[in-house]
């Protein structure tokens, strides 16, 4: 049997109650809705936009990089680094300023630190390998480590022992890490921390007996126990 509505029911129908009332909600706040939906299509396309654009700066400094890495290879590192005036080619140092934000850009940072290291310019490597954003886990391990080796070379010893230990402990793994620490450990050995040396050789010998650093850390605990 069909159900007979009333007419306050037929007046109060749930579902034109809700449109009344969203309608009435609209029109009270066109103002701030219409602003609300303005700002929402605008962050939208510049997002849009960023993400084109930073996928065009990554493509370009890649194509950079790339003749860059030629020139690396040859081992002509000042073209490496400064570009092919008569190609028109950038060189490391132009592609890690202006292209910072992208992947390649990065990696030209890493490569120029490099290149000056071979020309033995230690002092314009640090600078550029400060600027380098070391990859996590194993890949990481080498470019920490350098940037240990360039401290020591610059004479900050503190730095570099510590920066040994940060690339120790960067992906702990029976390879890295007992190098990095041995290294630590010989850089407080020419700051005369031997509280220091004794603790990370210790861990060496302990952590990792099977290591040829162990053996050489055997060999250090004694030199110093001799003096």
Not at 74 to 88: I, K
């Given at each position: 049997m069909t159900k007979k509505f009333t007419k306050e029911e037929l007046e109060h129908d749930p579902l034109l109650d809700k449109y009344v009332k969203t309608v009435s909600f609209f029109n009270a706040n066109r103002t701030m809705i219409l602003s609300l939906t303005v700002t929402l299509i605008v962050v939208i396309g510049v997002l849009i936009g960023y993400r084109f654009y930073a996928e065009g700066q990554e493509q370009e400094a890649q194509n950079y990089l790339a003749a860059a890495e030629q020139s690396y290879s040859?081992?002509?590192?000042?073209?490496?680094?400064?570009?092919?005036?008569?190609?028109?080619?950038?060189?490391?140092?132009?592609?890690?300023?202006?292209?910072?934000?992208t992947n390649a850009g990065n990696l030209a940072a890493y490569y120029a630190s490099v290149s000056y290291f071979k020309m033995d310019n230690y002092e314009e490597a640090l600078g550029y390998i400060q600027e380098y954003k070391h990859p996590k886990g194993i890949m990481g391990v080498g470019s920490v480590s350098f940037h240990a080796t360039l401290l020591k070379l610059n004479g900050s010893l503190e730095k570099a022992a510590k920066k040994y230990e940060e690339a120790a402990n960067w992906d702990k793994n029976d390879s890295t890490t007992p190098f990095n620490l041995l290294k630590a450990a010989n850089v407080y050995k020419e700051l005369g921390n031997m509280e220091k040396i004794s603790s990370i050789t210790s861990t060496i010998i302990e952590e990792y007996p099977d290591s040829p650093e162990a053996t050489n850390s055997r060999k250090l605990q004694g030199t110093l126990a001799a003096n």
């Open positions: 040859a081992s002509d590192y000042q073209t490496a680094l400064n570009g092919d005036e008569y190609t028109l080619s950038y060189g490391f140092i132009a592609i890690a300023n202006e292209y910072s934000g």
